[in-house]
Each structure stands twice: as structure tokens, then as C-alpha cells.
């Protein structure tokens, strides 16, 4: 059994305070969602808990079962169990899928020995087309399949915790089914049940992925936490009655504008 706990953490972007104080505490096989407005610091939270440069912790903690996860790098933060998807995942021309993985569990001190096979079952299991597995990571798939890649990779690596930044976003509904079930059997693990942060705007992930705890993020702070009832007051009300005065327009991506576009390779190198 592990524990997540994040305590008041506070950041900045850019010189920009974004997160306000976030207390959260995740235990293995718990699914908390993050629902909130674009802009609310949702992506800031996994870019904070993963460690990806540009962003400035200027307050507060995360415990990882007595480890201090701030003081790593992004790579150690991974080995000790957390593991993020992208909410935009990178294309990496050169680096092949099963390259990376095995790279992955080395690093982790796990064998490889038995990759190519539990590749290609969990491809079956996610829907993931197997000759994607010996291509350029994430280079020419659709929106669908870079999730169902990024939920794969997921599978192979077992880590204690992942979060999901917007999962949903850029799929269809397919692909959102069996990506979410696959999260949520994870969880259900009964030898390493996974812990999970959701991010979501939407409901509809937590259709198939169903949260123990939903949480409710408006300008960096958590206004509202509650149970799985929590997303369907949201999901027929809006944001508007926790954030009267935040940008709660119909959101989209393309309404996340330029800047939430894909890490650039010196990002992921320098992570
Ligand atoms: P969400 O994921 O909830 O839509 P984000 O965490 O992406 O929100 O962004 C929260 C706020 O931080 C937004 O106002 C955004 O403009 C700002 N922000 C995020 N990243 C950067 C950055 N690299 N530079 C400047 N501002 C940023
Ligand atoms: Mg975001």
C-alpha cells in the first residue's frame, strides 16, 4: 500500500502564481478526478508532481511513502512510482516504443525478458495496433491512438500512481473506453492496485473510470471535493457555481490555445 500527499503546494509559471495551496492524498487503488475550468492549474499540478522544468515550487510538499518527490528530477520521480500522461503526449522520431519501455524497466531494475510478450497482450487488451510498437514513439498516430500508446506504456510499467492529465482529450469515444477500463482494471489491481489523479473537464471518462473521490480546481486552489456525484452536479450545472467569475466558456482544445502544445525534446531531455 502506498500513499500520495501533496501539501499546500503552491507554484508559479513564468513569474505567474498558479497554484494556491493543493492539499490531495492519493492511496493505491484510489481514483481521484480533477475536474475544473481551462486555465484553473490543472496542468501546472502534473507538470509540478512530474518535475518538468519552467515551473517554480514556491510552497508546500509531496510525500511519496517517505520520500521527499520534490527533491528529484523528473527521471527519479518516474523510478520511485509516479508516471504521467500527457495531455498532449510528445512525438520522439529515432526512439521506437519497445525502446523506450525497455529503457524504462532497466532503469526501474526489472527485467526485460519478457517485453515483446506482454507488448503485444497488452496491445490486444487497449486496441493499439502492434506494428506501433517497433515505430517512432507517438510519430503519426492519431489523437486516439497516442492515448491508447500513452495507456500502454502505463500497463508495461506498473507504476504506483499515475495521473492522467485530460485522458480524454483528442479521442473518441472507442478509444476512451478502453483506455479508461484499462486505468480502472489497473486500479483494481489486486497484487499492485494503482492509484490515480484524473484530470478531466468532462464527466464522460469517469463513465468507465470510476472515481472514489472527485475534487473541483478553480484558479489553483481546490474549492470543492466530494463524492463520484460531484462530476454530475458539474456535468448539469457547469463551473459556473464554483467559479462565478472564471473563464468557464465551453471548453475545447483548441480553446487551451498555443501554449498547451507538446514538451519540446530539449524539455524531455532536460526533464
Ligand atoms: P488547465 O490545465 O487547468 O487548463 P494550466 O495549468 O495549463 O491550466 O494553466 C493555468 C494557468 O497558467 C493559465 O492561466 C496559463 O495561461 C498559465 N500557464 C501555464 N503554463 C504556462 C507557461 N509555460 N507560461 C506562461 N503561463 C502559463
Ligand atoms: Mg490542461
Not at 142 to 164: C, D, H, M, W, Y
Amino acid at each position: 500500500m502506498s500513499t500520495l500527499t501533496i501539501s499546500d503546494l503552491s507554484a508559479t509559471v513564468a513569474g505567474k502564481q498558479i497554484l494556491n495551496g493543493i492539499d490531495l492524498t492519493v492511496s493505491s487503488g484510489e481514483v481521484h478526478a480533477i475536474m475544473g475550468p481551462n486555465g484553473a492549474g490543472k496542468s501546472t499540478l502534473s507538470a509540478v508532481l512530474m518535475g518538468k522544468p519552467g515551473y517554480e515550487v514556491t510552497g508546500g510538499s509531496v510525500d511519496l511513502d517517505g520520500t521527499d518527490v520534490l527533491a528529484l528530477p523528473a527521471w527519479r520521480r518516474a523510478a520511485a512510482g509516479l508516471h504521467l500522461i500527457m495531455q498532449y503526449p510528445t512525438e520522439v522520431p529515432g526512439v521506437s516504443l519497445d525502446a523506450v519501455l525497455g529503457e524504462a524497466l532497466t532503469a526501474r531494475g526489472r527485467s526485460t525478458d519478457n517485453l515483446h510478450e506482454l507488448l503485444v497482450d497488452e496491445a490486444a487488451r487497449i486496441g493499439f495496433e502492434e506494428r506501433f510498437v517497433h515505430r517512432p514513439l507517438n510519430v503519426d498516430l492519431s489523437g486516439g491512438e497516442k492515448k491508447r500508446n500513452e495507456t500502454l506504456q502505463l500497463a508495461v510499467l506498473q507504476p504506483k500512481f499515475a495521473i492522467l492529465d485530460e485522458l480524454d482529450s483528442g479521442l473518441d469515444i472507442d478509444a476512451l473506453r478502453d483506455c479508461s477500463r484499462r486505468v480502472e482494471e489497473m486500479s483494481n489491481d489486486a497484487d499492485q492496485p494503482l492509484g490515480v489523479i484524473a484530470i478531466t473537464h468532462y464527466s464522460r471518462l469517469l463513465e468507465e473510470l470510476r472515481p472514489d473521490r472527485v475534487h473541483i480546481l478553480v484558479k489553483g486552489r481546490i474549492v470543492e471535493s466530494g463524492g463520484p456525484e460531484l462530476a454530475d452536479v458539474l456535468e448539469r450545472d457547469g463551473y459556473t457555481a464554483f467559479a462565478p467569475d472564471a473563464d468557464v466558456a465551453e471548453s475545447t482544445d483548441a480553446a487551451a490555445g498555443p501554449r498547451a502544445q507538446p514538451a519540446s525534446l530539449d524539455d524531455l531531455f532536460s526533464m
